[in-house]
C-alpha cells in the first residue's frame, strides 16, 4: 500500500468507525480495552488523529516536549461520533497540504511523514474493531489492509519501548517467530537475539522455532491482543515458551 492509499483508509476507517458508534450507549465498556467506555475509546481515537495531524503540519524534527493538543472536544459524549469524523477531515486536509515523503521525526522506523499517516491507520482500524467487538458485531478488515498493518506492527515495535517498556525484554540467543498469512502472500520472520529484536529480511525459508499461521485479519487481531493465539482461527507450531514470552511482552 502506498501512503495515499493509507490516507485513503484513514478516513474510510473512521467513517465506519463512527457509523458503528454513533448511536451507541458512551458508558457500554470496551472488552479490547479493559476499564475503558465506548466514549473513552472515541476521545482517544480522535486524540491521536488530531495529535499526529498537528505534528504532521509543524513537520516536526525532534521528540515533542508535550502532547498538549487544542482538542475542541465536545461537553457530551453523545456528540464524540461526530466530533471523531470532525478529527479524520482534519487529518485529510493535513494529508493533502503535506509531502509525505517529507523526513520529520517518528518514533518508528520511517523518518518521514508517511510514517504517521500509517500509525493512524492502524489506530483507527483497531479501535473501530474494539468498538465494533463492544456491540457484538463480527468485524471485518480488507485482507490486504490486514497484511499492510501486520508488517507496520512488526517493523515498528522494535522502537516502541518508550510507551510499551516490556519490549526490551523481547531477547533471545537468535530464536525465531514466524508469522504466515494463510489467505495471500504474507510471511514475516521475526529474530531475537542477545540485543533484541527485528524482522529478519532475509528470513524467508528459514526454519522457525516457533511459527503462527492465520488469516492476515486474524494475524493482526492476535498481534494485537484482539485474538488468542490458541483460537481456533490460529494454527501454532513450535516453541510455545517462545510464543509465551513474545506474547507477554508485545503488548502495544
Known amino acids: 500500500m502506498t501512503p495515499h492509499d493509507h490516507g485513503t483508509a484513514v478516513a474510510a476507517e473512521t467513517a465506519r468507525f ?16 479493559p476499564g475503558w467506555t465506548l466514549a ?36 457530551l459524549p453523545e456528540d464524540y461520533p461526530a466530533w471523531l469524523a470532525e478529527s479524520a477531515e482534519q487529518a485529510a486536509a493535513v494529508f493533502a497540504q503535506t509531502d509525505l515523503d517529507t523526513p520529520m521525526w517518528a518514533w518508528g522506523a520511517d523518518q518521514h511523514a508517511r510514517f504517521w499517516v500509517r500509525r493512524m491507520l492502524f489506530e483507527t482500524l483497531v479501535h473501530r474493531i474494539d468498538a465494533e467487538v463492544a456491540l457484538g458485531l463480527t468485524p471485518t478488515v480488507d485482507p490486504a489492509l490486514a497484511a499492510d498493518g501486520v508488517a507496520e506492527f512488526l ?27 494463510t489467505d495471500g502472500a504474507g510471511d514475516w520472520l521475526v529474530r531475537l537475539r542477545p540485543d ?15 511459527t503462527l499461521r492465520a488469516t492476515a485479519a486474524d ?8 485474538l488468542d493465539r490458541t483460537a481456533d482461527a490460529v494454527e501454532v507450531s513450535g516453541d510455545d515458551g517462545l510464543l509465551a514470552h513474545w506474547f507477554a511482552n508485545s503488548a502495544f
Not at 526490551?168 to 514466524?178: C, S, W, Y
Request: aromatic share 6%; hydrophobic share 40%; glycine share 6%.
Open 155 to 181: 517493523t515498528n515495535l522494535p522502537f516502541a519501548t518508550l510507551f510499551a517498556p516490556r519490549t526490551a525484554e523481547l531477547r533471545g540467543d537468535d530464536r525465531t517467530i514466524r508469522f504466515t498469512r
Open 40 to 75: 473513552e475509546l472515541v476521545r482517544h481515537a480522535g486524540s491521536v488523529q488530531r495529535w499526529f495531524s498537528v505534528l504532521l503540519r509543524q513537520r516536526i524534527q525532534e521528540p515533542p516536549r508535550s502532547r498538549d493538543v487544542d482538542l475542541q472536544l465536545p461537553e
Open 196 to 210: 533484541g529484536f527485528a524482522l529478519d529480511p532475509d528470513g524467508a525459508g528459514a526454519t522457525a522455532d516457533a
Open 219 to 226: 494475524l493482526l487481531l492476535v498481534l494485537y491482543g484482539r
Open 18 to 33: 463512527v457509523a458503528t458508534v454513533r448511536h451507541a450507549d458512551p458508558s457500554l465498556p470496551v472488552p479490547g480495552c
